[in-house]
């Protein structure tokens, strides 16, 4: 089979979030990117899975400048046979999906995965517009897949309930936890990734329809006070002293 999997960065977890230009420009300064959890963990994942069991190759792909390579190479490490970066930083999601449906124009990808969303941005909007764009079928928030040649059975997380769901590929999917579990790239991994072919393309010219007014950081969460139950009279001092509702 033929598998594509898109790839993003993102920001770690663990990297202070700042705002410069009164709110208007994320500072990238001192920020640490990694490859988004929801494409490695899951969505690279389960590709390699279905090419160890049907046979195939799984490509990258990634819209990015030269300097996310680093993150491309993880990619390969972990097991993809190559990778597609189109050269450009992403300007909103709808440019994402634009530039990688163009840059596989022509291409025949059995199955096409996303993460289900990006850590930092919470979207999950690629993946439907990508589909869109290339005229396939989307599968959203799949927890479980397995194929059998052309044919593909799946469940996909409802909020609360699970959907089954049977089709045929060609299809978009955007993975979620529980169709795979993480992989760590080995030292042969590693080895290998280095002489793995990343093909550069050019991006197309897209007009962003989003424009970013301001960003803001979460507001500081209030501290949670325990009170004995047997200490009424402190609990009525706080709610009437400090949160004045009685």
Request: glycine share 6%; proline share 4%; net charge negative.
């Amino acid at each position: 089979m033929k598998l594509l999997v898109c790839i993003s960065k993102t920001p770690d977890t663990t990297s202070k979030i700042s705002f410069t230009n009164d709110g208007t420009t994320f500072n990238q300064d001192g920020v640490q990117y990694i490859m988004n959890p929801y494409d490695e963990w899951y969505a690279l994942v389960k590709a390699l899975e279905i090419k160890e069991k049907e046979g195939g190759t799984v490509t990258l792909v990634h819209v990015g400048p030269a300097g996310n390579d680093t993150i491309i190479r993880k990619g390969l490490a972990i097991g993809a046979d190559d990778a597609i970066r189109i050269n450009k930083e992403a300007s909103d999601s709808l440019d994402v999906a634009t530039q990688i449906a163009k840059a596989i124009e022509g291409e025949q990808y059995d199955l096409i995965f996303t993460g289900k969303e990006t850590i930092e941005f919470n979207n999950s909007e690629v993946g439907s517009m990508l589909a869109e764009l290339l005229d396939l079928p989307f599968i959203s928030y799949a927890t479980s897949l397995t194929t059998e040649g052309n044919h593909a059975s799946l469940a996909r997380d409802m909020g609360g309930s699970e959907e089954k769901v049977e089709l045929e590929t060609p299809f978009v999917l955007s993975a979620s936890k529980g169709i795979a579990e993480q992989r760590i790239p080995n030292m042969r991994g590693i080895m290998m990734a280095k002489s793995k072919p990343i093909k550069v393309v050019e991006p197309e010219t897209v007009e962003s329809r989003i424009n970013i007014e301001k960003y803001e950081t979460p507001s500081q969460r209030t501290e949670c006070v325990l009170i004995d139950p047997e200490n009424m009279d402190e609990l009525v001092r706080r709610l009437h002293e400090e949160a004045k509702v009685i």
